[in-house]
């Protein structure tokens, strides 16, 4: 039987803990308001880009003139699998969700006898797709000394991406990231990046007829590049959003479990309590009916 | 003057400006153009170079853009810029910076065709140096 004291030790300590994930979820809530606030503003400029993208790409989509980007490199060989995770742990299932989807595909294309090559944004990602696919991660980019995602991160990221592209590196990329759907509920989801999967619309929204200034292949050849860079941005902000939802959400339940061990805790030290002064009645009223 | 048009400055992070303006002069590809109200639909990809403001509610406004596109429509403008700083913000020490990265990005070039730019780009920058 435990003694007294490692009752009240261990009451203690969980009540230490209580008050650190009660403090994280507090602090995740409002970074996540942050993080919520910065996709929305990035939210018009990757609006933009994509009506100019699939008005344009409309036109050149069948031109065999058409960047590479846009119509792929002709082969489907070597896929490059970019997982976007956190740097840091304590937020639930969120790293885990995502490395299982890209585990998925990775594990999807070579079974088809592909070549995969692994980028990790993030360093949890690594750590977990080490074990598995040490030998495919090319390389790893970590963004835990970066206090607010900026798009120079993005841009960073985007233009090591192009430079394998064009390097010939790779011929597909995908990329994996958990959208924000609300604070309990983020899906991890891959996205494709290279080629451009660009929802073309038959008719241009705003049905005016535009003068392109240069022409519009090299209008298009100079906002692809860009748009690689826009779409990891805005993957890394959803995912900025969906971590802090996460632990939000993991810390809370964590908190509350805390809570739930206490009570226990604190039952079974009073029991106790209770037995040890019976028991010592029982010795003193014995020991007086013995005289 | 006449009709006013709407004039948005948009940055990958956020809306930087957005306001109804007299007239937006922008440092095109193929050249500087300005733009009034009623200007004929018009895509066009930009230089680094000024953006010139003309009419906003707090008077008017120099920006320097680091390339991007506009996107021109009879009433309103729509400038998508990767970077965007106020001239007044501007100064000499951070464009040197710029040019430097740009000629060391010049001697990292792979392509032709990225070299062509990036010494395209250092021009530009080098003109805006010489202007200020």
């Known amino acids: 039987m435990p003694s007294l004291k490692t009752f009240r030790n261990r009451i203690a300590s969980v009540k230490a803990t209580r008050k650190i994930t009660r403090a994280m979820q507090m602090v995740a809530a409002s970074k996540l308001k942050r993080a919520q606030d910065a996709a929305q503003a990035a939210r018009p400029y990757a609006e933009k880009m994509a009506s100019v993208i699939s008005g344009l790409a409309g036109s050149m989509a069948n031109n065999p003139g058409a960047p590479v980007l846009l119509s792929g490199s002709g082969k489907d060989v070597v896929h490059l699998v970019i997982v976007a995770t956190a740097d840091r742990g304590l937020c639930g299932g969120f790293n885990t969700n995502i490395v299982r989807k890209a585990r998925q595909h990775i594990e999807m294309l070579l079974r088809e006898g592909k070549q995969v090559k692994i980028?990790?944004?993030?360093?949890?990602?690594?750590?977990?797709?080490?074990?598995?696919y040490n030998h495919l991660i090319i390389d790893t980019v970590e963004l835990a000394g970066?206090?607010?995602?900026?798009?120079?991160?993005?841009?960073?990221?985007?233009?090591?991406?192009?430079?394998?592209?064009?390097?010939?590196?790779?011929?597909?990329?995908?990329?994996?990231?958990?959208?924000?759907?609300s604070v309990i509920s983020q899906e991890p989801i891959g996205q494709k990046l290279i080629p451009a999967a660009i929802e073309t619309s038959a008719t241009p929204q705003t049905g005016a007829v535009y003068d392109y200034e240069p022409d519009e292949g090299e209008i298009l050849a100079e906002l692809l590049p860009r748009n690689v860079s826009i779409q990891i941005f805005r993957a890394l902000l959803e995912n900025a959003a969906s971590e802090q939802g996460a632990r939000m959400s993991a810390m809370d339940s964590a908190t509350r479990n805390a809570a739930d061990v206490i009570n226990r805790l604190t039952l079974q030290y009073n029991r106790q309590r209770q037995a040890m002064i019976t028991k010592e009645l029982i010795e003193i009223i014995s020991g007086a009916e013995a005289l | 003057m006449a009709d006013k048009i709407q004039f948005d400055l948009v940055s990958p992070e956020r809306l930087l400006l957005s306001e109804p303006v007299d007239m937006v002069t922008l440092p095109g590809t193929e050249g500087d153009f300005g733009v009034l109200a009623g200007h004929a639909p018009v895509l066009s990809t930009l230089r680094p170079g000024i953006i010139d403001v003309k009419g906003l509610s707090s008077g008017d406004m120099r920006i320097f853009v680091r390339g991007g596109f506009a996107e021109v429509n009879p009433d309103k403008v729509v400038v998508l810029a990767e970077e965007a700083i106020p001239l007044a913000e501007l100064d000499a020490a951070v464009l040197d910076q710029r040019i430097q990265n740009t000629e060391e990005d010049l001697a990292a070039a792979k392509s032709d065709a990225e070299h062509d730019r990036i010494a395209s780009n250092l021009t530009d920058l080098k003109q805006l140096r010489a202007a200020l």
């Open chain 1, 119 to 132: 980028f990790c944004v993030g360093r949890k990602g690594r750590d977990q797709l080490k074990r598995n």
């Open chain 1, 146 to 181: 970066v206090k607010r995602i900026g798009f120079s991160n993005a841009a960073q990221i985007g233009r090591m991406v192009l430079d394998l592209y064009s390097a010939g590196e790779f011929d597909v990329a995908t990329i994996f990231y958990a959208r924000f759907k």
